[in-house]
Each structure stands twice: as C-alpha cells, then as structure tokens.
C-alpha cells in the first residue's frame, strides 16, 4: 500500500459515490510510526496528517514542520482539560470534542487567544461504555452548547465498534450531521474509508494502510 495508492482509491471511491474527490481529505494517521516512515509521506508532498496524543504530537511535529514548513495537524484522539491549551496551539482540528467541560475550556481560551481550531464532536454511535464519545441522545444538547460557546463546530466524528459492520454507523452519523447543519463527517479508517466516503464521508482517517502496521512497544 502507500500513499499513492490510498490517496488514488480515495478519490475512485468519491468518483463511485458521485461527489468531487476534492470534498474528501485524507488525513494520515501518524501516531507511534516511526519518523523515517512519516518523513518518506512528507516527501512525497502530502501535507494533512492525524495524531492521538497531545504530548507525543507536541516534539514530532515542531520537528517536521521546521522541516517540511506548514503541516496541517488534526488532534483524533482524547483530549483532557488540563492539555486543552497546549493542543489548541499545535492542531489545527480536534476531533474529539466529547463533553461540557471541554467545550467550555476551549471556548475560554479561544476569548483569550482570539483562536480556535475547526472542532467536530465525536459521537458514541455504537454506545459503547469504553468510547470516548458523547452518547448519540446527549449529542443535540453538546452541539447546541459549542453553539452557544461561538465554538467553530464544523462537524462530527464517530469511530464505529470494532466487531460491528461499520455502515450503519456511518449513515447514523451523517444523518445527524446533516440534520444539525453540520458539513463535516470524520468517519473510515484504513478497513473501511471507502464505505465512509460512500456514506458522506469528508475527512477519512487513515494509518496503517498509509504507515503500515504499527510499531510499538
Ligand atoms: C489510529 C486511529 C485511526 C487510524 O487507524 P488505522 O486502522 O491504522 O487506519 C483512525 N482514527 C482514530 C481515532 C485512530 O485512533
């Protein structure tokens, strides 16, 4: 695999479900990939990439992009309290907006920045009790209030039970996007991003089949 390939069937993929392959963006997935890896895709000029983890993002990519120039970052993983600030300054989406709490710190310090990055909420479409996500019937009242905070909401995000077929949750997802007037839907990973972009998908969130498997521990 590789990025040429996956960029290609991303766009086939948009082409099949009759939308503009440039309404969907590849984000790749680089968290614990080692630097030569995320280095060669940097090469090869893609520019949108994903991470999970404030602190691990934080060194990798004031690295790279003394390096590369400007990178577009987006935050895909869980966000606490107390790293809000440090991941408002570094990502230029967070993905993972998923409680009150969160929403009212950011909106605290974007008054006192004058920024924020794009922010979707993740909905826990499969409600499972481990997820991060917000529950699908307590989404309205967190998308009215990062509303109500003057948050830039731009979407929703979901990441569907690994041992379910993920379409359902993916139609789930986009019909409550669409009935909040919301554009974007972070949804599809490397197993399944060509049925999120048939279902709407417009950031789909892709590591391994970029990257590889994963190196870790
Ligand atoms: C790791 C991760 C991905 C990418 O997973 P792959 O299966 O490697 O494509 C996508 N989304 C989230 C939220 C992740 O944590």
Known sequence: MGLTEIADRVAQAAERAGRDPASVR????????????????????????????VQ??????????????????????????NKARTAMALFDAIHTL???KLA?????????????????????????????????????????????LSLPLVGLMCIPPVDQPPGPHFALLARMAAEHGLEGLSMGMSGDFEEAIAHGATHVRVGSAIFGERVTG
Do not use: M, Y
Request: aromatic share 4%; net charge negative; with cysteine.
């Open 104 to 148: 009212a710190t950011l909106a605290r310090i974007a008054d006192e920045t004058g920024a924020c990055p794009d922010l979707f909420v993740q909905v826990n479409t499969g409600d499972e009790s481990q997820k991060a996500g917000v529950s699908v019937s307590d989404a309205p009242a967190l998308i009215g209030e990062a509303r109500r």
């Open 26 to 53: 590849l984000i790749a997935v680089s968290k614990v990939q080692p630097e030569a890896r995320v280095a060669a895709v940097l090469e090869e000029g893609h520019r949108l990439f994903g991470e999970n983890r």
């Open 56 to 81: 691990e993002a934080e060194g990798k990519w004031a690295a790279f992009r003394d390096r590369f120039g400007p990178v577009e970052v987006h935050l895909i993983g869980p966000l606490q309290t």
């Open 98 to 100: 998923n409680r009150s």
